[in-house]
């Protein structure tokens, strides 16, 4: 009973420590928010979304930045959902863990996902944007350029939402006589469903933020029209935000609010899909 | 997606329709002086079943018969779950597994070449040891199998009958849609004995299909049980010696053998007779033995 005292001192001060730095995390996160949120809150309104980028500071606007980022993750969910998907089922269900080549595979996805998205922005230009494909600074180009970049979030994802459900599952329906591709279509992958769709947000939520491998495609900086088709020229939000941030303020054109608009907007959009996300996990959060 | 490498099937004299017919129903030959049981539903003729070589269960020959309830017992680790999935090649999903010997299957042998494990699977049903209904709606549940199959026609009235050959339909008719993981343990698992049914099996597995029920479900499934053998062959796996007293006809003692050299254990079978004979005047001494509870 004695020793107790040094010892709750030092339950006590490790406790503290530990909570000093959980504040200061939330401490800095929160400096950041109030700041952008005191600088940018004014810029958001109907005509702020509604009107294209100007040189005009007071009249710009994030429609184009807008739209195109819509486009990018349209073409991107559309890219790395099937092949995602498949890769995942094939990891999963079907590759036979005791050959070389199929480890192989799984320790490069791995290393994939911790590759710099600039890398990812020079494959895309080497292969989509010139090169073999040779699609140019287009739209089409970009979303999958991130595709390629967040295809391993999704792969790993939904390999996990695979595992998770129970072989008791499988037998169940091998044992009715339905084939193993049955078994897969109509059981694991219904019942995985949620996990792969939270991975697939996850994913997009990671890709609309990146910034680096778009600049490399050549998402155009300055642009005053939304994609028309997959082979439109298109900016992105992170892309508008950097430029508005690097042009030289004065008392005419003030850009700085504007940076901070598109980044709230960007942001809201961001917590809204993590919102989905988390709100999918809990809803169909499953007990076996 | 190759999974296995299989050989192509319809490359000679091989049949390429299903090897594997359905049993005609009632096929008794009347008139010749058969003794009673003389159909079987297996004939299994030396046996053994491995796991990356070493074997589970080894040298096991016995003939179930139809309409029979058949009962494996004996102590942990025999090997009587591994012996019941050689009957409808559920085995072949584990890696590693192989087995040796012949398991017939009214004759045809089951592991021959060109019989195909989802053919046999569709003709032998399986009931589990833990409840396993799918995430689906009690409806969906046991409308998977026919689905899956192509027995699409009238498949309310389907399910309707595997519901009520399962004695489940009075407890859920007004609930079908409902999900299955609503229901108690002991009705998730005579939904899993319907969803069989469903498919309109010929025979049916069932291993320790009670271990995780209370005493009023197991009653039950027990019942259930006997109102099944009428149509169907059961073979049940069971830890409780006086379920198989209950409701076998025949039962099978098998017992773990330990290899002092490898420290391995493999299972045998001591014993294969009548259920009464095997509880009353068992002719082994290791049978008389477990059944008595002196040990196991």
């Given at each position: 009973m004695s020793a107790s005292w040094t010892a709750r001192a030092k339950d006590l001060g490790f406790r503290a420590l530990l909570l000093g730095c959980v504040g200061l995390c939330v401490l800095l996160l929160g400096l950041l928010l109030v700041d952008i949120v005191r600088d940018g809150a004014g810029q958001l309104s109907f005509d702020f979304l509604n009107s294209f980028a100007s040189t005009n500071a007071g009249q710009a606007g994030v429609e184009a930045a807008l739209t195109g980022t819509l486009w990018l993750m349209g073409i991107c969910a559309v890219f790395i959902v099937p092949v995602g998907v498949a890769s995942a089922i094939y990891l999963e269900e079907y590759a036979d863990s005791t050959k070389w080549w199929n480890r192989l595979i799984e320790v490069n996805i791995q290393n994939l996902a911790a590759v710099p998205s600039i890398v990812y922005g020079i494959l895309g230009l080497a292969f989509l944007v010139r090169g073999p494909l040779s699609l140019g600074n287009v739209v089409l180009a970009g979303g999958l350029t991130l595709g390629l970049l967040v295809l391993p979030v999704v792969i790993i994802a939904g390999r996990e939402a695979i595992r998770a459900v129970p072989p008791s599952i499988r037998e169940g329906s091998l044992a009715l006589g339905a084939t193993k591709w049955q078994t897969i279509w109509k059981q694991v992958l219904p019942a995985s469903i949620p996990g792969i769709a939270t991975g697939v947000i996850l994913a997009l939520s990671r890709a609309i933020g990146e910034t680096a491998p778009l600049i490399v495609v050549g998402a155009a900086t300055f642009i005053a029209f939304n994609p028309e088709g997959l082979d439109s020229q298109f900016t992105a939000l992170p892309i508008q935000i950097f430029d508005w941030i690097s042009r030289p303020s004065n008392d005419v054109n003030n850009y700085k609010p504007l940076a901070a608009g598109g980044i709230l907007v960007l942001m809201i959009l961001l917590m809204a899909m993590n919102a989905v996300a988390i709100w999918l996990r809990n809803r169909y959060e499953r007990k076996w | 997606m190759a999974e296995q490498v299989t050989e192509p099937r319809q490359d000679s004299k091989a049949e390429p329709e299903a090897p594997l017919r359905r049993p005609i129903a009632a096929r008794r030959h009347m008139g010749d002086a058969v003794p009673e049981r003389a159909e079987y539903v297996f004939e299994l003729d030396g046996v053994t079943a491995s796991y990356h070589g070493k074997a589970a269960v080894r040298d096991i020959s016995l003939r179930i018969a139809r309409n029979d309830i058949t009962a494996l017992i004996g102590p942990s680790g025999c090997g009587k779950s591994t012996l019941i999935r050689c009957l409808n090649r559920m085995n072949d999903l584990i890696p590693g597994a192989s087995v040796e010997g012949k398991v017939l299957y009214h004759g045809q042998d089951l592991y021959a070449d060109g019989v195909d494990a989802v053919e046999v699977r569709k003709l032998i049903g399986m009931v589990f040891q833990k409840p396993n209904p799918f995430p689906k709606s009690i409806y969906d549940n046991i409308a998977f199998g026919p689905r899956v199959l192509g027995m699409k026609d009238d498949l309310e009235d389907r399910v309707e009958q595997a519901l009520r050959h399962a004695a489940l339909w009075d407890e859920v008719k007004d609930r079908l849609k409902t999900n299955a993981f609503t229901m108690s343990g002991g009705q998730q698992q005579r939904l899993c004995i319907a969803r069989c049914l469903a498919v309109n099996p010929d025979a049916i597995l069932m291993d320790e299909p009670c271990s995780a029920l209370d005493p009023i479900s197991t009653g039950k499934i027990e019942d259930l049980m006997l109102e099944l053998k009428k149509e169907y062959s059961i073979v049940i796996v069971t830890h409780n010696m006086q379920q198989a007293g209950r409701v076998s006809d025949r039962t099978a003692f098998l017992m773990v053998e330990l290899d002092a050299q490898e420290k391995h254990r493999t299972g045998r079978l001591v014993e294969f007779d009548e259920t009464e004979k095997i509880f009353t005047?068992?002719?082994?001494q290791r049978t008389e033995e477990y059944v008595t509870g002196k040990v196991g």
């Amino acid at each position: 009973m004695s020793a107790s005292w040094t010892a709750r001192a030092k339950d006590l001060g490790f406790r503290a420590l530990l909570l000093g730095c959980v504040g200061l995390c939330v401490l800095l996160l929160g400096l950041l928010l109030v700041d952008i949120v005191r600088d940018g809150a004014g810029q958001l309104s109907f005509d702020f979304l509604n009107s294209f980028a100007s040189t005009n500071a007071g009249q710009a606007g994030v429609e184009a930045a807008l739209t195109g980022t819509l486009w990018l993750m349209g073409i991107c969910a559309v890219f790395i959902v099937p092949v995602g998907v498949a890769s995942a089922i094939y990891l999963e269900e079907y590759a036979d863990s005791t050959k070389w080549w199929n480890r192989l595979i799984e320790v490069n996805i791995q290393n994939l996902a911790a590759v710099p998205s600039i890398v990812y922005g020079i494959l895309g230009l080497a292969f989509l944007v010139r090169g073999p494909l040779s699609l140019g600074n287009v739209v089409l180009a970009g979303g999958l350029t991130l595709g390629l970049l967040v295809l391993p979030v999704v792969i790993i994802a939904g390999r996990e939402a695979i595992r998770a459900v129970p072989p008791s599952i499988r037998e169940g329906s091998l044992a009715l006589g339905a084939t193993k591709w049955q078994t897969i279509w109509k059981q694991v992958l219904p019942a995985s469903i949620p996990g792969i769709a939270t991975g697939v947000i996850l994913a997009l939520s990671r890709a609309i933020g990146e910034t680096a491998p778009l600049i490399v495609v050549g998402a155009a900086t300055f642009i005053a029209f939304n994609p028309e088709g997959l082979d439109s020229q298109f900016t992105a939000l992170p892309i508008q935000i950097f430029d508005w941030i690097s042009r030289p303020s004065n008392d005419v054109n003030n850009y700085k609010p504007l940076a901070a608009g598109g980044i709230l907007v960007l942001m809201i959009l961001l917590m809204a899909m993590n919102a989905v996300a988390i709100w999918l996990r809990n809803r169909y959060e499953r007990k076996w | 997606m190759a999974e296995q490498v299989t050989e192509p099937r319809q490359d000679s004299k091989a049949e390429p329709e299903a090897p594997l017919r359905r049993p005609i129903a009632a096929r008794r030959h009347m008139g010749d002086a058969v003794p009673e049981r003389a159909e079987y539903v297996f004939e299994l003729d030396g046996v053994t079943a491995s796991y990356h070589g070493k074997a589970a269960v080894r040298d096991i020959s016995l003939r179930i018969a139809r309409n029979d309830i058949t009962a494996l017992i004996g102590p942990s680790g025999c090997g009587k779950s591994t012996l019941i999935r050689c009957l409808n090649r559920m085995n072949d999903l584990i890696p590693g597994a192989s087995v040796e010997g012949k398991v017939l299957y009214h004759g045809q042998d089951l592991y021959a070449d060109g019989v195909d494990a989802v053919e046999v699977r569709k003709l032998i049903g399986m009931v589990f040891q833990k409840p396993n209904p799918f995430p689906k709606s009690i409806y969906d549940n046991i409308a998977f199998g026919p689905r899956v199959l192509g027995m699409k026609d009238d498949l309310e009235d389907r399910v309707e009958q595997a519901l009520r050959h399962a004695a489940l339909w009075d407890e859920v008719k007004d609930r079908l849609k409902t999900n299955a993981f609503t229901m108690s343990g002991g009705q998730q698992q005579r939904l899993c004995i319907a969803r069989c049914l469903a498919v309109n099996p010929d025979a049916i597995l069932m291993d320790e299909p009670c271990s995780a029920l209370d005493p009023i479900s197991t009653g039950k499934i027990e019942d259930l049980m006997l109102e099944l053998k009428k149509e169907y062959s059961i073979v049940i796996v069971t830890h409780n010696m006086q379920q198989a007293g209950r409701v076998s006809d025949r039962t099978a003692f098998l017992m773990v053998e330990l290899d002092a050299q490898e420290k391995h254990r493999t299972g045998r079978l001591v014993e294969f007779d009548e259920t009464e004979k095997i509880f009353t005047n068992p002719t082994d001494q290791r049978t008389e033995e477990y059944v008595t509870g002196k040990v196991g």
